[in-house]
């Protein structure tokens, strides 16, 4: 179908679109002002680096090095990135590792003190996680409530992971149900904030 053939009501499908007009950022001292809702996550908000180690029965322990973003822009969510790379012993990278991306946001909860989270995570692996859990400080406890997958996804059935600021560095431990194991250790890391 040419232009000319468009009807007159969707010609102006066709015209230049300026890039996204709304700036987003992971450093709080510039962009938007952060949303109130979101201040129970605001030490997450930035951009972290580290390394961390891993294991699932049936598999060999692996290391790797992370890299995540919690980005915001304006409105009452943060967006997620997180990308890791398998490591050596000496810490040179080996090759691409797993990536995830989503959204965090606090929902009202009946105890104020201890603010709700969701959280919704996409794998480029077929598989969706729907977290639900609590913000305690500096601590946040998320638990699945529903895992969606593809027919050609790993058989991951639950996951739960915990998050803390330790002395300037956001630590993780993450476990997982899959392939037919129980709740089981899979990840754990130590990433320093490198913007924020």
Same mark, same amino acid.
């Given at each position: 179908?040419?232009?000319?053939?468009?009807?007159?009501?969707f010609?102006?499908?066709?015209?230049?679109?300026?890039?996204?007009?709304?700036?987003?950022?992971?450093?709080?001292?510039?962009?938007?002002? %952060? $949303? @109130?809702?979101?201040?129970? !996550?605001?030490?997450?908000?930035?951009? &972290?680096?580290?390394?961390?180690? =891993?294991?699932?029965?049936?598999?060999?322990?692996?290391?790797?090095?992370?890299?995540?973003a919690? %980005? $915001? @822009?304006?409105?009452?969510? !943060?967006?997620?990135?997180?990308?890791? &790379?398998?490591?050596?012993?000496? =810490?040179?990278?080996?090759?691409?590792?797993?990536?995830?991306?989503?959204?965090?946001?606090?929902?009202?909860?009946?105890?104020?003190?201890?603010?709700?989270?969701?959280?919704?995570?996409?794998?480029?692996?077929?598989?969706?996680?729907?977290?639900?859990?609590?913000?305690d400080?500096?601590?946040?406890?998320?638990?699945?409530?529903?895992?969606?997958?593809?027919?050609?996804?790993?058989?991951?059935?639950?996951?739960?992971?915990?998050?803390?600021?330790v002395?300037?560095?956001?630590?993780?431990?993450?476990?997982?149900?899959?392939?037919?194991?129980?709740?089981?250790?899979?990840?754990?890391?130590?990433?320093?904030?490198?913007?924020?």
């Open positions: 179908m040419s232009e000319r053939d468009v009807p007159e009501q010609a102006s499908t066709f015209d230049k679109v300026e890039p996204y007009p709304f700036e987003e950022t992971d450093d709080l001292r510039r962009g938007p002002n %952060l $949303h @109130d809702d979101l201040l129970p !996550l605001l030490p997450l908000v930035g951009r &972290w680096r580290g390394r961390g180690q =891993g294991g699932y029965p049936g598999a060999e322990d692996f290391l790797y090095a992370q890299e995540v919690f %980005l $915001h @822009d304006g409105r009452p969510f !943060l967006r997620y990135r997180a990308r890791s &790379w398998i490591i050596d012993a000496d =810490g040179k990278a080996v090759r691409p590792a797993a990536q995830e991306t989503g959204w965090w946001r606090v929902v009202r909860g009946e105890d104020p003190r201890r603010p709700e989270v969701e959280v919704l995570l996409a794998h480029p692996t077929g598989i969706l996680d729907l977290y639900y859990g609590h913000v400080g500096t601590r946040i406890e998320i638990a699945t409530d529903a895992v969606v997958r593809s027919p050609q996804a790993k058989e991951v059935t639950a996951g739960k992971r915990l998050y803390g600021l002395d300037g560095a956001l630590m993780y431990a993450q476990e997982m149900a899959a392939e037919g194991n129980p709740m089981t250790p899979h990840l754990s890391a130590s990433l320093t904030r490198v913007v924020g």
